[in-house]
């Protein structure tokens, strides 16, 4: 029996497709896993709120800094090399968090996790567009909240149930990123053509022309809906705990999962609609949920509190599909790799430095209080995007389903 070539390109696509989703995944799984961790970590060797805020930004500063100088290496090197280099500086990371005895290994981990991070988002992000554009830009919205949503809830609850609670997640990740490392080094490369200009590591940030109206358009409700995942990951396990007087560890973590599960769904439900109907339901989504989450806040309510992350949750699925459709589709191929480098950069400088400024605030003026204000700010940024005019989009957008 013959196979035919066409069968045979469609089951490498797939096969490629899924290699890369899972490897994506589980980045994003591991970005999420010290999470609800960090009330352990803080009860065990007595570190500030303020401290777990800066754990926070040393990652996302290491991210943003590496997307500056290297987020467009993929396109001189190679998507496949680049994504082989982050998955062994990930492991690194994971092994730095295995033997941790105290905050400062805890600050050498997630610099290196961060680096790593930042070179698998944006190497695997341009190698599922490489594969198939329209599945790939669904693949690249959904597999952060499902990576996000797995590593935060699986960490709780292991810390919960498991020996080590710990130490047994980084085990686990560890074994998945090994199996991920080989299968990556005898995968095929992706990019059909490399960039032939020269590289070399300085700073940039590569918004092509044809984009800039886009990204400009997507940048309230991209900025809103990662200053809410910034705070979840960094302080709201503390506040849960805080306003349920010392609730299980596991709600932290299910917090996180209940906002980004929801945008799993979202994306599902909005991956066939247009990128203008993705971003109006981004932006109401984000004001609603958010206002209810302040209701919980002052209710002292952990129900009111994950009812409003599953309704933020819709809102930033819908939103970041439709914000990465309205980008990507206007630029070429030997594009995607920077434009994405710079989609990132903004997206974890709004998930970073409002997280930080927040464990600032709340270790001077109080949790609630922080919230309150953090949240007004989200309502503001959802409406404004609310309130901005469309992109021009060309005919190709339509036809791809974006």
């Known amino acids: 029996m013959t196979i035919r070539p066409d069968t045979q390109a469609e089951a490498g696509k797939r096969a490629g497709l899924a290699l890369h989703a899972v490897t994506l995944v589980a980045f ?6 010290p999470s609800p961790l960090y009330p352990l970590y803080q009860a065990a060797w007595g570190f500030s709120p303020f401290m777990i805020t800066v754990i926070f930004a040393v990652y996302a500063a290491a991210l943003l800094v590496t997307l500056l100088f290297f987020g467009a290496v993929s396109n001189h090197w190679g998507r496949r090399p680049v994504i082989a280099l982050a998955l062994g500086a990930e492991l690194l990371s994971m092994a730095l968090f295995l033997v941790a005895q105290d905050g400062g290994w805890l600050l050498a981990a997630r ?3 961060g680096f790593a991070t930042a070179l698998a988002t944006t190497a695997l992000a341009a190698a599922l567009l490489d594969l198939d554009h329209k599945a790939g830009a669904t693949i690249n919205s959904i597999a952060p909240m499902i990576g996000m949503g797995v590593g935060a809830l699986g960490s709780g609850l292991l810390a919960q149930v498991a020996p080590l609670p710990l130490r047994f997640v980084y085990v686990l990740l560890i074994a998945i990123f090994l199996i991920q490392l080989v299968r990556s080094l005898r995968s095929a490369e992706t990019a059909a053509s490399l960039s032939e200009a020269r590289w070399s590591p300085r700073p940039r940030i590569e918004v092509p022309e044809a984009a800039r109206r886009a990204f400009w358009r997507v940048a309230p409700l991209n900025i809103g809906a990662w200053a809410l995942g910034g705070f979840f990951l960094s302080l709201m396990p503390s506040l849960i705990r805080e306003i349920s007087q010392g609730g299980a560890t596991w709600l932290g973590g299910g ?3 209940a906002l980004t599960f929801t945008a799993c769904a979202s994306i599902l439900i909005y991956r066939n609609r247009t ?3 993705g971003l109006f339901a981004g932006g109401l989504g984000s004001a609603l949920g958010m206002a209810i989450i302040l209701g919980g806040v002052h209710l002292a309510s952990p129900a009111l509190l994950l009812a409003g992350a599953v309704v933020s949750g819709i809102g930033f699925g819908a939103g970041f599909l ?3 459709r309205s980008i990507i589709a206007k630029v070429t191929p030997q594009e995607r790799a ?4 710079a989609f990132y950069f903004e997206s974890y400088l709004s998930n970073a430095v409002p997280a930080m400024i927040a464990g600032y605030a709340a270790r001077h003026v109080g949790l609630v209080e922080t919230a309150t204000v953090f949240g007004a700010v989200i309502i503001a940024l959802s409406l404004l995007s609310l309130a901005l005019p469309d992109a021009p989009c060309p005919r190709k957008t339509a036809e791809q389903g974006a």
């Open 275 to 277: 990128a203008s109907a």
């Open 255 to 257: 917090a996180v999962a």
């Open 322 to 324: 439709g914000a990465t």
């Open 28 to 33: 994003l799984a591991a970005s999420s896993a």
């Open 111 to 113: 610099l290196v996790q």
């Open 338 to 341: 920077g434009l994405m480098s």
